[in-house]
């Protein structure tokens, strides 16, 4: 009974010959030969009753019927189309850098793609690649060393020149913030300063974008924190994929609710307990705008040196991360005249 043929793989290759097509099918076992059109294959070997591979002899640019000859017959006859294979050219990688981990998907433009047989990134395969057109392919980047590495294509024709380079960016790493905490309103500049900070496109406090940013070096950037409240780690995202996260806390406005007592004399000295909410980051306390010197005793309590002052009330004002909240007045007495 005669051989059959049910596919064959690759079904085309360049004029030149020289292609290593497997067929698959049924009764192969004793095959005499393989061939293309009229043209015996250059070599070929029987794997099995169901598997030959051949390699293609050369041939004009066309379709040729591929068949195996047998004792008992020759099979049914499968196309493979002779090209005329031009060396790709890779003319643009989009885009054209990513993280060292690999696994950016880019796409590659350019001529004489069809057949391409792989791709490779500094000699490394393509995790994934898949031919679109002649002018184009999409493919996945493995993992590689923080650097450039030339992009390669290579179909029957040969293998591009190394003109074009895909640029794996090493992860960015962040190591400190500072200050570390902002008011609920957001608007304060925090200087972020660690590695591989460059080109950076993002940076985001929590899932928030900063209101904005400016790169200083690969060390440093200069980042506005945008509203927000509790925690809100901030991280930065880089070519080379998403930093570590570091600390960043959104701080309530302090209030101020009472102060014990709420009167003392013209002179210093006076212990005053200030009492409210959110005071636990105090920075500043001031009597009608004069700077006192104060202990944080909790997130509700502060004691604090009433400094001299005129006869009079006077707001008291406490400053925190959070913001300046004005409280009561505390009012100074004269000493009574003689």
């Known amino acids: 009974m005669p051989p059959t043929i049910s596919t064959i793989n690759p079904s085309q290759g360049p004029t030149t010959g020289g292609t290593t097509v497997t067929l698959t099918g049924t009764g192969m076992t004793g095959s005499t030969a393989v061939r293309f059109a009229s043209t015996n294959a250059t070599s070929f070997t029987v794997n099995s009753a169901t598997q030959i591979t051949a390699v293609s002899p050369p041939r004009a640019?066309?379709?040729?019927?591929?068949?195996?000859?047998?004792?008992t017959g020759n099979s049914n006859s499968v196309t493979f189309t002779y090209v005329v294979a031009t060396v790709p050219v890779v003319t643009s990688?989009?885009?054209?850098?990513?993280?060292?981990?690999?696994?950016?998907?880019?796409?590659?433009?350019?001529?004489?793609?069809?057949?391409?047989?792989a791709v490779t990134f500094?000699?490394?395969?393509?995790t994934s690649f898949v031919v679109n057109s002649a002018t184009q392919i999409t493919a996945v980047t493995p993992g590689g060393s923080a650097g450039a590495a030339v992009v390669a294509v290579t179909t029957p024709g040969g293998t591009s020149a190394p003109d074009s380079f895909f640029f794996y960016a090493a992860p960015p790493v962040l190591t400190s913030a500072s200050p570390v905490q902002s008011p609920t309103a957001g608007g304060v500049v925090v200087t972020?300063?660690?590695?591989?900070?460059?080109n950076a496109g993002a940076v985001?406090?929590?899932i928030t974008n900063a209101t904005s940013f400016t790169v200083v070096s690969a060390t440093q950037i200069t980042a506005t924190a945008p509203a927000g409240t509790g925690s809100s780690p901030?991280?930065?995202i880089t070519p080379g994929g998403t930093s570590n996260p570091v600390a960043f806390t959104y701080v309530a406005a302090p209030t101020l609710t009472a102060l014990v007592p709420g009167s003392g004399p013209t002179s210093a000295g006076t212990v005053v307990t200030l009492i409210g909410t959110n005071l636990s980051t105090a920075s500043a306390i001031t009597f009608g705008g004069t700077a006192a010197s104060f202990t944080v005793v909790s997130d509700t309590?502060?004691?604090?040196?009433?400094?001299?002052?005129?006869?009079?009330?006077?707001?008291v004002t406490v400053t925190t991360a959070g913001g300046t909240g004005p409280g009561p007045t505390y009012t100074r007495v004269g000493a009574p005249g003689i």
């Open 61 to 71: 640019a066309g379709a040729a019927a591929v068949i195996v000859v047998h004792p």
């Open 93 to 117: 990688v989009a885009p054209s850098s990513g993280p060292t981990s690999g696994g950016t998907s880019v796409t590659l433009t350019g001529t004489g793609f069809t057949g391409a047989t």
């Open 192 to 198: 972020l300063t660690g590695s591989d900070l460059l």
């Open 234 to 236: 901030i991280t930065v």
């Open 204 to 206: 985001r406090f929590g």
């Open 301 to 315: 309590q502060i004691t604090a040196v009433a400094p001299a002052g005129a006869a009079g009330p006077v707001t």
């Open 122 to 126: 500094a000699g490394v395969p393509a």
